[in-house]
């Protein structure tokens, strides 16, 4: 990066100031407006019958009870709602040969996963419609059920979808033809099977939507608990044949998203309908339980993986099969199949090996359906290729970061092709590795270790590196044919009295998406931050744009503000220049002024501009039109993807009795490019982690062999508590990409992306005594007492 | 969020017909015990006391009960406080578990109680949930129900037929199943009063702080000098009941707390204990973690902690 953004001590600088978020105090003082609080006048309340069988036909249903029931509006079917929506499939064109059978809000006559919704019930309160669902009788007939990996892929066994020849979603093979070579050539061979538990979202919000449809105005309003609101305005109004320009979404505060609220589910699209048949605005709030069987789940895998070495350590080749398995529909409109995609490509990714050989198989199986959940791919992916990496040092006898360091793609030989295809423009793996020994101490915590060892006490170091996916052009979902933007948009005005209000795309889940678009425009403008008001959220106010979701808020939504923050301040500099009879070149602003460029000597505040060009525009220079609202779109050009990277590191300690583990200290450093609010891009990173660390550990949706979830409630199903998280401490590099201005990449996912694996990587350390190995997340004390044959 | 037995029943039953509204009932505040019993036997079988809620609440939110009337108990002063009576304690049975914590009586004459508090679920599930429900519920997840056997404590009933009182030996029969008659209350709990020649230890084996134990323990040792005169000492989540394993108490009475003797009593746990069949924790392996907590606490009442 040549000329550097920001000079913290210049007035307004911003970028890479640590300001609080503007809207914190609003939600910490109980005034967040949520969709689950939200009540409209004539409002009515949805509430769903659900399959209680994995599989099985629906030979009836009888609603006429439900029906007669006092308060109850609308009791409706799956034939009611697929009168007036039409199905949508799970399909995406640049995932060749990919299937899914098409889907509509209610099942017709078969369900296909334990609390897959079945029967809608409309009332004047949830109590009400509740009780009406007590009333609803439906006869099923179960069909074979499949459940787990093995028996899906079985031949001739049973299918999730009937008519069609086997359990297959998708295939896909990366195969640069050299890795039998270079694996018959190799001194050391390392291969290990892993498996991923299924875990879920867990948001403090659950799903929420209430939707009203206006008859009289051919009107469509949807307040929804979403990332993607334009995503959303497109899918209602092209599935229920609705011109886009009546379809509204608002989605305003959020109670956490993590990528799960960008989904089509199929209560929200019922919900749609039910509000269109009965013209009242109609509410569906998923109770917790109702979350865990129908949001989306993630990270279902199975991976066969091995690594070639040289004697000295070098890595050579990787071989890879992973199998994932997805539901029983491939998730719309972003499919089920981008995880797995992204693990097969992300494999390997730090390092400078050239050999590669990776199989995805992606199966339908009848349970709910997985898709996009914070950091896709990526913690299977690294949890896979540095244990790996972990057991060839080992081998070799080399110390994890030695190995690390020997093998990583130097921080001077960029720009680097991956051998799987991805484009690297500039990464710091050597850079992250060095400050992480430091701010670990590594030599002490090592011998520690060796203390304390001989005391009986079993401490665990690990560490993991990793590339993160951020910035994603069209490559992403649109040359797929997904009707779902890659660019943004913002419309910067200067208000009459010299504010700065900003609209823009991309949406706030609580991450600070609208500060730092404030600090951003703040920055640029030359105001301070208090004078910009940033909105979001509604697709009839805001442009339309990608919205949140692979870490795109900063990298694309912060280029978009920062780029119509300029051209308006080109605009305001030049009826400054026509005022003050100058050059616009000689003019800057500088905390709400117009200055003299060279001497910062104060000339007019804008608020007089802002004066003059709406109430007295009689007094500019004739053929003068003032342009004080300026919109702009930016979509990433150059690199398809803006890669980051950095490495975690673990320090834990295994009770060897109970097979408990407690966390001691957990280490981060991270390249995200340029930081635009350091509290925020360490709140992201903690946050991330925090969430890795639960599926490392806790998290896991466990099924019976019937297909029934068996701990889908909070008591059952484990989240990362604070009595158990340990203290998180973190260190920044700094690659700014050069394809914007701004030089930012993503951060929300880099957290989540290698606290599993260096989990992973400390728990085996700690049991290297033992001659017991883990390769299975999460780790569970049941997993450490049978490694180490302790029952 | 219920209790283990309840999160348990609905997790396997998730996708049957549940909700997230109670049922619609009516509310009765009871001033006194005969009021609170009056009302329960004028409703029939169709009545539930509450107490704290901690478990009743989600349990109706659910569905998983639906009585048509809810019976408000905790204004009845008579079930409230803790006093010394004669060499026991008597605790009210509306204690609630942050009382236990920082009622000083509770403290010095009932340290088993205190030691098991802050292991009851979080804060604010402690400011309401009472000694009484937690007892009444008798889920085998839970510490008090365990600790009142460790304690050797009475019970207090007041039922139609009029007041008795049960030994916690004889009060958990099955899994939900206790001596406690429908439309009978629990009043108060005795407990002997801690003495100076008494060792106590508590602990439990959990993955998160807070949740229910994977598995716990408590006990209470009566000494003279390094020998064990009597002790008691009760598991929790191992089985359908609160668990008292008395082969094991047999190998330590009479005996010196050294490795060889601590070695003996976990090797008697086997035959008083037979965990149950588990998704998550086979039995053997919940065995093999009563084991290793039992030589723990064991060795910690050696140290005379
Ligand atoms: C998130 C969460 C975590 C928890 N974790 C734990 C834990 O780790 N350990 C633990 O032990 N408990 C735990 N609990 C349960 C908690 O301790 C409950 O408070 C307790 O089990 C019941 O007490 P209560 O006063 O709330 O009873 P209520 O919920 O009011 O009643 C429970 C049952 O007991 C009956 N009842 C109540 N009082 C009496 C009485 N005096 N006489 C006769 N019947 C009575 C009621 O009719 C009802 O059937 C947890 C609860 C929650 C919500």
């Known amino acids: 990066m040549s000329a550097p953004l920001t000079s913290l001590d210049r007035p307004n600088s911003y970028i890479g100031r640590s300001v609080p978020r503007p809207n914190a105090k609003r939600l910490l003082a109980g005034r967040g407006r949520y969709v689950s609080d939200l009540r409209l006048p004539r409002m009515l309340h949805a509430a769903f019958l659900r399959s209680p069988h994995a599989h099985a036909k629906i030979v009836s249903i009888n609603i006429d009870e439900a029906r007669a029931l006092e308060g109850v509006h609308l009791v409706a079917t799956g034939a009611d709602l697929a009168k007036i929506c039409t199905p949508w499939t799970g399909t995406l064109d640049h995932f060749k040969g990919m299937t899914s059978a098409p889907q509509l809000p209610l099942p017709l006559d078969r369900v296909v996963w334990a609390g897959q919704a079945v029967v809608a019930v409309v009332a004047e309160s949830r109590a009400i419609a509740e009780d009406a669902l007590e009333l609803i009788e439906v006869d099923y007939e179960d069909l074979p059920v499949v459940v787990d990996i093995d028996s899906a892929r079985e031949a001739g066994g049973p299918l999730v979808n009937p008519g069609t020849a086997n359990n297959t979603c998708f295939r896909s093979q990366l195969d640069n033809g050299t890795v039998d070579d270079a694996f018959a050539h190799a001194a050391h061979v390392v291969e290990e099977e892993f498996t991923f538990g299924r875990h879920t979202a867990v948001t403090l919000e659950p799903r929420a939507i209430v939707a009203e449809y206006d008859p009289s105005a051919g009107m469509l309003t949807v ?172 081998k ?39 400050r992480l020994h430091e701010i670990m101490d590594y030599g002490s915590l090592r011998a520690e270790q060796a203390d304390l060892r001989k005391r009986g006490v079993y401490r665990g170091i690990g560490i993991a590196a990793f590339v993160e996916i951020t910035n994603p052009s069209p490559a992403f979902y649109g040359v797929g044919g997904a009707r779902i933007s890659s660019q943004d948009g913002a419309i910067v005005s200067l208000t009459p009295s010299g504010e700065v209000r900003c609209l823009i795309s991309v949406t706030e889940q609580g991450q600070g998406t609208e500060a730092i678009i ?75 002024e117009v200055v003299d460029a060279a001497t910062r000597k104060q000339r007019l505040p804008i608020f007089e501009i802002a004066r003059i060009a709406y109430f007295r525009s009689d007094t500019l220079p004739p053929g003068t039109q003032a342009q004080l ?26 009770d060897v009795e109970t097979g408990l583990i407690k966390l001691l200290k ?66 920044h590099v700094e690659t700014p990409t050069a394809d914007t201005e701004l030089g930012a990449k993503g951060v929300g996912e880099a957290g989540t992306a290698a606290a599993s694996a260096s989990v992973l990587n400390a728990v085996n350390d700690a049991l290297a005594p033992f001659d017991a190995t883990i390769s299975s997340i999460p780790i569970t004390p049941a997993k450490v007492l049978k490694a180490l044959k302790r029952f | 969020m219920v209790t283990n037995l309840a999160s348990r029943l609905m997790s396997r039953g998730i996708s049957r017909k549940r909700a997230v509204k109670a049922r619609a009932f009516s509310y009765f505040r009871a001033a006194t015990i005969d009021q609170a019993l009056d009302a329960h036997a004028r409703a029939g079988d169709d009545a539930r006391f509450i107490a704290g809620g901690q478990s009743l609440v989600p349990a109706l939110s659910l569905r998983l009960q639906a ?10 002063d008579e079930m409230r406080g803790v006093r010394r009576e004669g060499d026991t304690l008597r605790i009210g049975a509306l204690t609630r578990h942050c009382e236990m914590l920082s009622e000083p009586l509770i403290a010095e004459f009932a340290p088993l109680l205190h030691a098991a508090a802050p292991f009851v679920a ?41 007041h008795r009182r049960v030994k916690a030996d004889d009060f958990f029969i099955d899994l939900c199943e206790t001596a406690l008659q429908p439309g009978e209350l629990i009043t108060a709990i005795y407990v002997p009063l801690f003495k100076a020649d008494q060792r106590f230890a508590f602990d439990e084996l959990a993955r998160r702080r807070g949740d229910y134990a994977l598995v716990g323990c408590g006990m209470i040792a009566t000494c003279t000098g390094e020998r064990i005169d009597d002790i008691r000492i009760s598991f929790f989540s191992v089985g359908n009941t609160p668990t008292r394993v008395k082969g094991v108490e047999a190998t330590l009475i009479g005996a010196r707390l050294d490795a060889e003797r601590i070695a ?16 998550e924790v086979p039995p053997a392996m919940r065995l093999h973690l009563a084991r290793v907590l039992l030589g723990r606490l064991l060795g910690h009442l050696g140290e005379g902690a």
């Not at chain 1, 349970?367 to 896979?384: D, E, L, N």
């Not at chain 2, 000694?131 to 007041?158: C, H, K, Y």
């Open chain 1, 223 to 394: 307040h929804h608990g979403t990332q993607t609101p334009y995503q959303f305005q497109d899918l209602y109004s092209r599935h229920y044949g609705i011109p886009e320009a009546r379809v509204r979404v608002i989605a305003t505060d959020i109670g956490g998203s993590f990528g799960m609220k960008l989904h089509v589910y199929h209560e929200d699209m019922a919900v749609v309908g039910l509000s269109i048949l009965l013209g009242r605005p109609v509410k569906y709030l998923a109770d917790r339980m109702e979350s865990f069987v129908s949001d989306i789940h993630a990270r279902d895998h199975r991976v066969r993986a091995r690594m070639a070495l040289d004697a000295k350590g070098e890595i050579l080749a990787m071989d890879v099969v992973d199998l994932t398995a997805i539901g029983a529909f491939s998730t719309y409109p972003r499919t089920s199949v981008v995880e797995g995609n992204q693990v097969i490509r992300l494999i390997g990714a730090p390092y400078r090996f050239r050999n590669y050989r990776a199989t995805l198989e992606v199966i339908f199986q009848n349970k709910v359906q997985t898709s996009q959940y914070r950091a896709v791919g990526h913690p299977i992916a690294c949890a896979v290729t540095e244990r790996l990496v972990d057991m060839a040092a080992s």
């Open chain 1, 396 to 434: 070799v006898g080399l110390d994890p970061f030695v190995i690390r360091a020997q093998n990583v793609i130097a921080d001077d030989a960029y720009p680097q092709t991956s051998p799987t295809g991805y484009r690297f423009e500039a990464l710091s793996h050597q850079a992250c590795l060095k």
């Open chain 1, 518 to 592: 404030s600090q951003i425009v703040a920055d640029q403008l030359g105001l301070a931050q208090e004078r910009v008001k940033v909105i979001t959220g509604d697709t009839e106010v805001t442009p339309h744009g990608g919205a949140t979701w692979a870490c795109r808020g900063a990298g694309i939504g912060g280029e978009t503000a920062l780029q119509a923050t300029r051209a308006l301040k080109r605009n305001i500099l030049e009826i400054a220049a026509l005022i003050l009879q100058e050059q616009p070149s000689a003019l800057d602003i500088v905390d709400g």
């Open chain 1, 629 to 654: 609202t300026v919109s702009h779109h930016f979509a990433p050009q150059g690199y398809p993807f803006a890669f980051t990277n950095g490495i975690q590191g673990c320090s834990l300690e295994v």
């Open chain 1, 666 to 731: 957990h280490f981060i450093v991270e390249d995200c490019g340029r930081v635009i609010n350091p509290m925020l891009v360490d709140e992201q990173l903690r946050g991330g982690i925090v969430q890795g660390l639960g599926a490392a550990l806790f998290e896991e949706c466990r099924y019976s062999e019937t297909g029934q979830l068996m701990n889908g409630s909070l008591a059952d199903y484990l989240v990362p508590m604070p009595m158990e998280m340990p203290d998180i401490v973190i260190a």
């Open chain 2, 67 to 76: 009585p048509r009337l809810l019976i408000d108990i905790t204004h009845i």
């Open chain 2, 122 to 162: 979080h804060p604010a599930i402690r400011n309401r949930g009472t000694f009484g429900g937690s007892v009444a519920l008798a889920d085998p997840a839970s510490e008090f129900p365990a600790m009142t056997l460790a304690l050797g404590a009475e019970i207090e009933i007041a039922g139609p037929a009029g």
């Open chain 2, 264 to 279: 003996a009593a976990q090797g008697a746990l086997e035959s008083d204990l037979a965990p149950p069949e588990s998704d």
